[in-house]
């Protein structure tokens, strides 16, 4: 296997289960200040431009979620279990995650790191006050579901995890009100036991 990937949001989630799961992929950086992701040879493997990408045999799978969820099958994994409940609470906390939770999260991300990286200029003030204000309202909702639990879904990690804390390790320089949220902090240092979350891109 092939995972194509660069260090942002997407392919942090692919890359952190690949090396979870001991996964035997082959790590290929693809270099986006230089434009890679828009070559030919590149756009004939995911016509979107995007990464992260999986290459397993004849197989080619974008998007991180998807990539996530055939990962853990081809290690025969409890990441994303078999069972159809189960499924479908996690397709429902990694629909939530998309539109309201990393969404906002997201933006904080984008407006606060990623703009000054790439001389994009300064945060856009109403995007950043926009973004957080949204955050708190999603936020409240998740740190109550994590009360008495120690994940998402059950009493295991699955990829609804991976998904939905995506932009906590870089809390601080996105200026994400995390100290608010007690019960999300609880549950990200549960994942921060993880090497594979902690370092999940190659040296």
Same mark, same amino acid.
């Given at each position: 296997? +092939?995972?194509?990937?660069?260090?942002?949001?997407?392919?942090?989630?692919?890359?952190?289960?690949?090396?979870?799961?001991?996964?035997?992929?082959?790590?290929?950086?693809?270099?986006? $200040?230089?434009?890679?992701?828009?070559?030919?040879?590149?756009?004939?493997?995911?016509?979107?431009?995007?990464?992260?990408?999986?290459?397993?045999?004849?197989?080619?799978?974008?998007?991180?979620?998807?990539?996530?969820?055939?990962?853990?099958?081809? *290690?025969? $994994?409890?990441?994303?279990?078999?069972?159809?409940?189960?499924?479908?609470?996690?397709?429902?906390?990694?629909?939530?995650? *998309?539109?309201?939770?990393?969404?906002? *999260?997201?933006?904080?991300?984008?407006?606060?790191?990623?703009?000054?990286?790439?001389?994009?200029?300064?945060?856009?003030?109403?995007?950043?006050?926009?973004?957080?204000?949204?955050?708190?309202?999603?936020?409240?909702?998740?740190?109550?579901?994590?009360? +008495?639990?120690?994940?998402?879904?059950?009493?295991?990690?699955?990829? *609804?995890?991976?998904?939905? $804390?995506?932009?906590?390790?870089?809390?601080?320089? #996105?200026?994400?009100?995390?100290?608010?949220?007690?019960?999300?902090?609880?549950?990200?240092?549960?994942?921060?036991?993880?090497? #594979?979350?902690?370092?999940?891109?190659?040296?």
């Amino acid at each position: 296997m +092939k995972l194509y990937y660069c260090e942002t949001l997407n392919p942090r989630k692919a890359c952190a289960v690949a090396r979870y799961l001991n996964s035997p992929v082959e790590f290929i950086r693809v270099n986006l $200040a230089k434009g890679e992701h828009k070559t030919p040879e590149f756009l004939a493997i995911n016509p979107n431009g995007k990464v992260p990408v999986l290459q397993d045999g004849d197989m080619t799978l974008w998007e991180a979620n998807a990539i996530m969820c055939h990962l853990s099958n081809a *290690a025969d $994994a409890h990441l994303w279990p078999q069972d159809a409940p189960r499924q479908v609470e996690i397709m429902r906390w990694l629909s939530w995650d *998309a539109h309201h939770f990393t969404r906002h *999260a997201g933006t904080l991300y984008f407006e606060n790191i990623i703009k000054p990286m790439i001389g994009m200029g300064e945060p856009v003030a109403a995007a950043v006050d926009s973004a957080t204000a949204f955050f708190r309202t999603n936020a409240a909702i998740l740190d109550a579901h994590l009360g +008495k639990r120690k994940f998402l879904v059950g009493d295991a990690l699955t990829i *609804a995890d991976f998904a939905t $804390a995506v932009t906590l390790p870089y809390a601080d320089a #996105a200026k994400i009100p995390l100290d608010e949220f007690p019960a999300i902090r609880r549950w990200h240092a549960r994942l921060q036991e993880l090497p #594979a979350w902690r370092e999940p891109f190659p040296a």
